[in-house]
């Protein structure tokens, strides 16, 4: 890789059926197939092909394999516990119905499985009017009398859930051992650790064809469960430069995430030695310059920066809202930049919600 500028990809997402989606994806640009309610655009998946830019015509895990240390870089192998992975997974999910009720094991759960944990976070797109999102167990709910309800198989255990409103902007951080679902009408854009394990609780009663419910794992997902878990909606902490508005809406030792609103023309650097970036328009449009590469990103696209010393440019081509993940050094990027825009200890903290990450480098 060169050692100037830092080297960038454009992606095309694998696109997922699924019986809870819909098709309001096309909307963010994404070509569906007809006729398949599609419930998630796995972005940076391993399948996901670059089409444009640093490994054009290969898929991401290819290119990672090329030289992982290099693609990479030395915090996000920590991340990933040294596999040879893309460290961030980033999706497009269109709810168009409830999905599962479930819970996702931590890294020292998942180990057993050979895979890794599932913390993740959730910023919201859009909601339909009264939509909600199911986080953690009810004040006053026992782990016992959710699981009792749980088994019935017929959606009675989301009532033992808090159920929040679900809004436009709102983000919220589910570490592994959360018991979760993503309500009808909502459509997040989500960041997690690189795992596909998912352990279902309760499936709202729902049957296949043949009347069958899907698959269920009860007990695998109650020894996951971390019964105190109950995320909350995170409160942004400003940190603008200049005429470029950023907002920390949250960060763990796995993935940061930020949102990046640039007025027509602006230019911001992008790009960090120890960690991938993915950029993911959400409006507007804007172009990502990087080695001897100049990507154009329209809502719904994302792009990769590979780690790098110096950066990539990103520059809006119109009014444009952008988010942004990385694997941070919570210190340097995320405790730091906060303090300095006098954001208070608290709030600070709170970006990590209950993994407690940030609180402990703010200690460090």
């Given at each position: 890789?060169?050692?100037?500028?830092?080297?960038?990809?454009?992606?095309i997402p694998r696109l997922d059926a699924k019986p809870w989606g819909?098709?309001?994806?096309?909307?963010?640009?994404?070509?569906?197939?007809?006729?398949?309610?599609?419930?998630?655009?796995?972005?940076?998946?391993?399948?996901?092909?670059?089409?444009?830019?640093?490994?054009?015509?290969?898929?991401?895990?290819?290119?990672?394999?090329?030289?992982?240390?290099?693609?990479?870089?030395?915090?996000?192998?920590?991340?990933?516990?040294?596999?040879?992975?893309?460290?961030?997974?980033?999706?497009?999910?269109?709810?168009?119905?409830?999905?599962?009720?479930?819970?996702?094991?931590?890294?020292?759960?998942?180990?057993?499985?050979?895979?890794?944990?599932?913390?993740?976070?959730?910023?919201?797109?859009?909601?339909?009017?009264?939509?909600?999102?199911?986080l953690g167990l009810a004040n006053g709910i026992s782990l016992e009398?959710?699981?009792?309800?749980?088994?019935?198989?017929?959606?009675?255990?989301?009532?033992?859930?808090?159920?929040?409103?679900?809004?436009?902007?709102?983000?919220?951080?589910?570490?592994?051992?959360?018991?979760?679902?993503?309500?009808?009408?909502?459509?997040?854009?989500?960041?997690?650790?690189?795992?596909?394990?998912?352990?279902?609780?309760?499936?709202?009663?729902?049957?296949?064809?043949?009347?069958?419910?899907?698959?269920?794992?009860?007990?695998?997902?109650?020894?996951?469960?971390?019964?105190?878990?109950?995320?909350?909606?995170?409160?942004?902490?400003?940190?603008?430069?200049?005429?470029?508005?950023?907002?920390?809406?949250?960060?763990?030792?796995?993935?940061?995430?930020?949102?990046?609103?640039?007025?027509?023309?602006?230019?911001?650097?992008?790009?960090?030695?120890?960690?991938?970036?993915?950029?993911?328009?959400?409006?507007?449009?804007?172009?990502?310059?990087?080695?001897?590469?100049?990507?154009?990103?329209?809502?719904?696209?994302?792009?990769?920066?590979?780690?790098?010393?110096?950066?990539?440019?990103?520059?809006?081509?119109?009014?444009?809202?952008?988010?942004?993940?990385?694997?941070?050094?919570?210190?340097?990027?995320?405790?730091?930049?906060?303090?300095?825009?006098?954001?208070?200890?608290?709030?600070?903290?709170?970006?990590?919600?209950?993994?407690?990450?940030?609180?402990?480098?703010?200690?460090?």
């Open positions: 890789m060169s050692e100037g500028m830092a080297q960038v990809s454009l992606l819909g098709r309001k994806l096309a909307g963010y640009g994404l070509d569906l197939p007809p006729g398949e309610p599609i419930g998630e655009a796995l972005v940076t998946a391993g399948e996901a092909v670059i089409v444009k830019g640093d490994g054009a015509g290969k898929t991401l895990q290819e290119v990672v394999e090329t030289d992982p240390h290099i693609r990479l870089g030395q915090r996000a192998m920590a991340a990933v516990s040294g596999r040879v992975i893309f460290p961030l997974l980033v999706k497009l999910i269109d709810a168009a119905e409830n999905l599962s009720i479930q819970v996702h094991p931590d890294d020292a759960g998942a180990m057993v499985l050979d895979r890794l944990g599932k913390t993740e976070a959730w910023y919201v797109l859009a909601a339909d009017p009264g939509a909600k999102v199911y009398d959710f699981m009792s309800r749980a088994r019935m198989l017929d959606g009675s255990s989301a009532r033992a859930l808090r159920a929040l409103d679900a809004e436009p902007g709102m983000t919220t951080l589910i570490p592994a051992g959360t018991v979760h679902a993503l309500g009808a009408g909502v459509m997040v854009y989500e960041i997690q650790q690189p795992s596909d394990v998912t352990f279902r609780l309760d499936d709202w009663g729902r049957t296949d064809a043949q009347g069958n419910p899907r698959e269920m794992h009860l007990e695998q997902g109650k020894g996951a469960v971390r019964p105190g878990y109950r995320p909350e909606n995170m409160v942004p902490i400003d940190v603008s430069d200049g005429e470029i508005a950023r907002h920390l809406l949250t960060a763990c030792r796995y993935f940061a995430l930020e949102r990046l609103r640039l007025p027509v023309g602006s230019t911001v650097l992008v790009g960090d030695p120890g960690s991938p970036q993915v950029l993911t328009v959400l409006s507007g449009a804007a172009g990502l310059i990087g080695g001897e590469d100049d990507l154009v990103l329209t809502p719904g696209s994302s792009g990769v920066v590979w780690p790098t010393a110096s950066g990539a440019e990103l520059t809006a081509t119109e009014s444009s809202e952008v988010l942004r993940a990385w694997v941070p050094d919570l210190l340097q990027d995320i405790v730091r930049p906060a303090l300095a825009s006098g954001a208070m200890d608290m709030d600070i903290g709170a970006l990590g919600g209950a993994s407690d990450d940030v609180r402990k480098a703010m200690q460090s």
